[in-house]
Structures are given as C-alpha cells and as structure tokens.
C-alpha cells in the first residue's frame, strides 16, 4: 500500500518566488529514488499561506531510506546551512534539518529558509483513480 507525505510550509507572501525556486533548483533529486512514486508543490490560491509537498511511495520504508540517503542530505543541506547561519531553528517536519529553506525568518536568497514553519502530514493510499484509457 503506497504512503503519502504531505510537508505543510508556512511561506509568507514576499517568499513564495523564492520556495518556488528552491524547489526549481531541486528538481530530479527525488525521482530517481526507490520507491519513489510522485511528487507535487502545490500553491495555495486563497485563504492560506501554506504551500503543500505531496510526496507519494510504494511505503513507509521507501521514504524512510531516502530521507536518510545522500540526495535528501544534499538537497536539504544548503538551506538547513544558510538557516545555523542566521540563528534559526531548524524544521519541525524533519528533525535536524531546514529542508527546501523552511522554519525560521528569511528575506531572500541566501538569507535563511522561505518558510516560517513546517509539520509533516502522513496518509496511507485507501482508494485511488485516474483517468480511464
């Protein structure tokens, strides 16, 4: 049964171009690890400050070994770097580190996360459909 990994990001208005970005940056780090089923950065329209990560796998244990793998350290160690720079804790979502550039206050690139917080949301696919052939 796959495993759904949501990271809510609290990014204020003024930091959205630069999560964007990061995130950009990134691109591929992910899809080449096992287990790995997709992935999206959804912008909020209205109503909240909060971008979600969807992230999809085959199980519990695919993410968990990519969360400790060398690309998740790369592609976390930049911002979680920039953050101890600046005084800033790290990201509640993934203890020990500031991943994409977010907790803490930041104020553009190179200056700390994009994000003021983060919680990781975990679900178990019961159901899924997509368009018929």
């Known amino acids: 049964m796959s495993v759904v990994k949501i990271n809510v990001l609290t990014v204020p208005e003024q930091m959205r171009s630069e999560l964007e970005s990061r995130f950009s940056n990134r691109a591929g780090m992910v899809e080449s690890s096992d287990g790995f089923e997709w992935f999206e950065l959804l912008r909020p329209v209205e109503g909240t400050d909060r971008y979600l990560v969807y992230t999809r796998w085959r199980s519990e244990e695919d993410f968990q070994v990519w969360q400790q793998s060398q690309a998740f350290q790369r592609g976390h160690a930049q911002a979680a770097q920039e953050a101890r720079e600046h005084g800033q804790a790290a990201a509640q979502g993934h203890p020990g580190q500031a991943g994409h550039g977010h907790a803490g206050q930041g104020h553009g690139h190179g200056q700390g996360p994009a994000a003021t ?11 899924s459909a997509g368009p018929k052939p």
Do not use: A, K, L, R
């Open 117 to 127: 917080g983060s919680e990781v949301w975990t679900f178990e696919v019961v159901q």
